[in-house]
């Protein structure tokens, strides 16, 4: 069946420190992938997507890329802010389908 | 910036109870959704809603689940006779395409805890 494995949180960085977040899938067919943040209160938010192999997914500065050969879709960012402090929920979108298929949610927290 | 908006955010019930959890979609979305996340689980999709009927729904909406649009604007879903396990934090969320492309829009959450 279709699945989403991400990296277990919460994630603790400093200031402009590196940012990586796994994710991994299990699909049938090709399907899209996408990363939605949560702020403390908010609703989950669409932060970027990638809908076929090799694309990068891009937004305020976080990317990710779509790589069938290993099937991931990791999240990076260069220099985090605290700002960035949220949760970070990895989906996939499997073909011939019309729900989301979720990971756990890592939780991010960003110290000054 | 349109939302999806959920009401309570918190709701405390006893085991057995009936609850009535709360959303207002996008007003010109048109297809409707409720996933839920148990604490350290992951999100599950419960039940997609499209033109007044469901279109799909998983093996945890069982019989003491169901979903209404009463009224055009609200969503709702109610649970029958709620069990322990059905704590958990509920999300409604809502899109105007089908297609995986298209943007789904998710409210903050309802927090629901049985006693």
């Known amino acids: 069946g279709n699945s989403v494995t991400q990296m277990e949180g919460p994630v603790t960085l400093s200031e402009e420190a590196f940012l990586t977040i796994n994710c991994t899938y299990t699909?049938?067919?090709?399907?899209?992938l996408f990363w939605y943040v949560q702020y403390p209160g908010e609703g989950l938010q669409l932060l970027l997507k990638?809908?076929?192999?090799?694309d990068k997914g891009s937004n305020k500065g976080f990317e990710a890329t779509y790589r069938k050969e290993t099937t991931s879709f990791h999240l990076e960012k260069g220099s985090v802010q605290v700002s960035d402090s949220a949760v970070y929920f990895c989906a996939l979108w499997a073909s011939g389908t019309y729900k989301y298929i979720f990971g756990t949610g890592t939780r991010l927290k960003v110290l000054a | 910036e349109p939302e999806v908006t959920q009401t309570p955010s918190h709701q405390v019930t006893q085991m057995g109870q009936e609850v009535i959890l709360r959303c207002v979609p996008i007003s010109n979305h048109l297809y409707f959704y409720w996933y839920r996340q148990i604490l350290g689980q992951k999100v599950e999709f419960l039940v997609s809603f499209y033109n007044n009927e469901i279109s799909e729904k998983s093996e945890i909406f069982d019989d003491q689940f169901s979903v209404e649009r009463p009224d055009g604007s609200n969503f709702t879903l109610k649970i029958r006779s709620t069990k322990l396990e059905d704590s958990a934090m509920y999300f409604c969320?809502?899109?105007?395409?089908?297609?995986?492309?298209?943007?789904?829009?998710f409210g903050p959450g309802t927090r629901l805890t049985v006693l």
């Open positions: 969320a809502s899109r105007l395409l089908a297609g995986a492309t298209d943007t789904q829009y």
């Open positions: 990638a809908t076929k192999a090799d």
């Open positions: 699909a049938t067919g090709y399907p899209s």
